[in-house]
């Protein structure tokens, strides 16, 4: 099975831009977590979708923004972008219930940075 | 805040020494998870605890999970290069709440 996709892999914008990041988790799950990772915070709770609703969010501003498709894959957007929201964007998707023990399989991440 | 506080938040020891990193919550949780995450990589799931006072060992890794379900630990024997990463703790309040994250134990083996 291939694991969690996540694009783009690297991407630099500036202050103000919006950006889209994508992930497609692995084939059968239907729930997908958003973290972001900075040095100081560690990995942040976005928010969590399953079978294209929101079931949980974090405490982010709503220039941060989510969605889940069909097929699951999932994308995230960030708005007017701020120096602070440099960081690695880590996608997660979990299996079905029954099958799932809870644990969470990542992507490599997206690492975005603001200039 | 973070909900669960990890410590040290650094850790560098000598192979073949052994070491332990702490995570503490004043919540208590139906499952707590260790992940371990190396550069350029997601976190990956080492083990899930579920039961207060639980202990599970994987190799030379031995976790446990408090008796109020509240902090957990890993302890690493004899450490080997192989172990250096950045060590995750996480849990849950209910079995499909959101899964949350400590900041993290940076852990570095040098030979």
């Known amino acids: 099975k291939a694991g969690v996709t996540q694009t783009p892999r690297y991407l630099i914008k500036t202050r103000g831009q919006q950006v889209t990041l994508s992930c497609s988790p692995i084939s059968g799950h239907r729930s997908v977590s958003w973290y972001q990772q900075t040095p100081g915070q560690g990995l942040q709770f976005l928010f969590e979708?399953?079978?294209?609703?929101?079931?949980n969010k974090g405490n982010f501003p709503g220039r941060f923004s989510g969605r889940q498709f069909s097929n699951s894959r999932s994308e995230m957007n960030v708005s007017t972008l701020e120096l602070g929201d440099s960081a690695l964007y880590l996608c997660?998707?979990?299996?079905?219930?029954?099958?799932?023990?809870?644990?969470?399989?990542f992507g490599e991440g997206s690492r975005l940075t603001v200039l | 805040t973070q909900l669960l506080e990890q410590s040290p938040q650094f850790l560098s020891i000598q192979e073949g020494e052994n070491l332990t990193v702490y995570c503490n919550s004043s919540?208590?949780?139906?499952?707590l998870q260790w992940y371990r995450q190396e550069p350029g990589e997601g976190p990956v799931l080492l083990v899930t605890v579920v039961t207060g006072g639980e202990v599970k060992k994987l190799k030379r890794l031995t976790f446990q999970f408090g008796d109020a379900r509240k902090d957990s630990s890993l302890h690493i024997t004899a450490a080997q290069p192989g172990d250096t990463g950045l060590y995750l703790c996480a849990g849950r309040t209910d079995s499909w709440g959101k899964l949350q994250f400590g900041a993290g134990t940076q852990v570095v083996v040098t030979p």
């Open positions: 919540s208590v949780f139906s499952s």
């Open positions: 997660a998707s979990r299996a079905p219930a029954g099958e799932s023990t809870g644990e969470l399989f």
């Open positions: 979708y399953f079978s294209e609703t929101q079931r």
